[in-house]
T-cell receptor, first 114, second 112 residues
């Protein structure tokens, strides 16, 4: 079964540094998402992306965050200047449809900001 | 925007018993309600979903019911097994692109 893949699985960074989290969505999917999950808490929506532009973003997704689809296969999340509170598991997801979505999640990147 | 409430936060049952997890949502425009199972340190996995034109859906030991009028939906697991132990999240679609809004999760423990 096709899977969403994410790299790296773990990322440790110093506060104030930039990080880029990478994702390869399932190849025939058109809608891409980033979610995050702080340890022991619920999965929170960050941003959705369709047709090479952001469709929707949450209030968490401030100016420090950006997303990009640099080529036909990768989907990246950049955090410009990391803060301690950015420490979380970041999940990429993709789906074929938009409004009635069946999301497929990647295995996540555990980001630790020191 | 959409808000999803989930109860209980923890649930402990004996193997073979049934487990029920309940969720409510706020946005009457939501029309897709999936349930995800997350084992420790792993990705959320879709286990069942229901659309608003259906009141109930069943897949082997798992069933989901939806009450659109009351804006609540429930997950029912029958004949629970130890491998059902995990955190279960309900969700509802919100926004123009249907991004999922999740409940806070229910930690289910099935004791042998």
């Amino acid at each position: 079964e096709p899977e969403v893949t994410q790299t790296p699985s773990h990322q440790v960074t110093q506060m104030g540094q930039e990080v880029i989290l990478r994702c390869v969505p399932i190849s025939n999917h058109l809608y891409f998402y980033w979610y995050r999950q702080i340890l022991g808490q619920k999965v929170e929506f960050l941003v959705s992306f369709y047709n090479n532009e952001i469709s929707e973003k949450s209030e968490i997704f401030d100016d420090q965050f950006s997303v990009e689809r640099p080529d036909g296969s990768n989907f990246t999340l950049k955090i410009r200047s990391t803060k301690l509170e950015d420490s979380a598991m970041y999940f990429c997801a993709s789906s074929v449809e938009g409004a009635v979505v069946k999301l497929f999640f990647g295995s996540g990147t555990q980001l630790s900001v020191l | 925007g959409e808000n999803v409430e989930q109860h209980p936060s923890t649930l402990s049952v004996q193997e073979g018993d049934s487990a029920v997890i309940k969720c409510t949502y706020s946005d009457s425009a939501s029309n897709y309600f999936p349930w995800y199972k997350q084992e420790l340190g792993k990705r959320p996995q879709l286990i069942i979903d229901i659309r608003s034109n259906v009141g109930e859906k069943k897949d082997q030991r798992i069933a989901v019911t939806l009450n659109k009028t009351a804006k609540h939906f429930s997950l029912h697991i029958t004949e629970t097994q130890p491998e059902d132990s995990a955190v279960y999240f309900c969700a509802a679609n919100g926004g123009s692109q249907g991004n999922l809004i999740f409940g806070k999760g229910t930690k289910l423990s099935v004791k042998p």
